[in-house]
């Protein structure tokens, strides 16, 4: 293969490039879009745990440069002021209720909050002969 065949490859291909060197435009050719850090790297811990939120949550492997951030916030960041979780948990209902709406779900139901939610059956304390409230 001669040397400007070769150059021509490398300027197409995608694999190694550098992405501080590549336009917007290049790399939501490729599928990226614009997103928080912290986003990346639940999405990328999502997929390594098989996509399953759960197995996330119970990701052993502290070693992990990601382990901190699995769960998509910032340990280390500064502690939030009373009026700044709230803003947040106004912003997270909405948004929740929001997603309730496109997963097809009546809006009443998506904004339910916790303490609104029906609870599971509870269980007895051990040793109780008492049946399970239903
Ligand atoms: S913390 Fe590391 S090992 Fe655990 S799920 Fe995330 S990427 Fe995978």
């Not at 709230?86 to 339910?112: C, H, I, S, Y």
Request: with cysteine.
């Amino acid at each position: 293969m001669d040397s400007k065949k070769r150059t021509t490859r490398t300027t197409r291909t995608t694999i190694g490039r550098d992405p501080r060197t590549m336009s917007r435009a290049e790399l939501e050719s490729l599928g990226h879009r614009k997103r928080p850090l912290l986003s990346a790297i639940r999405q990328n811990c999502v997929d390594c745990a098989g996509a399953s939120p759960a197995e996330v949550r119970r990701c052993a492997l502290i070693a992990c440069p990601f382990w901190p951030y699995r769960m998509g916030v910032n340990p280390f960041a500064a502690e939030r002021s009373e009026e700044q979780k709230a803003t947040a948990a106004e912003k997270m209902r909405r948004l929740n209720a929001k997603r309730g709406e496109f997963a097809g779900f009546p809006r009443e139901t998506a904004v339910q909050t916790a303490a609104e939610a029906p609870r599971g059956r509870e269980i007895p304390a051990e040793g109780s002969s008492e049946e399970p409230a239903q």
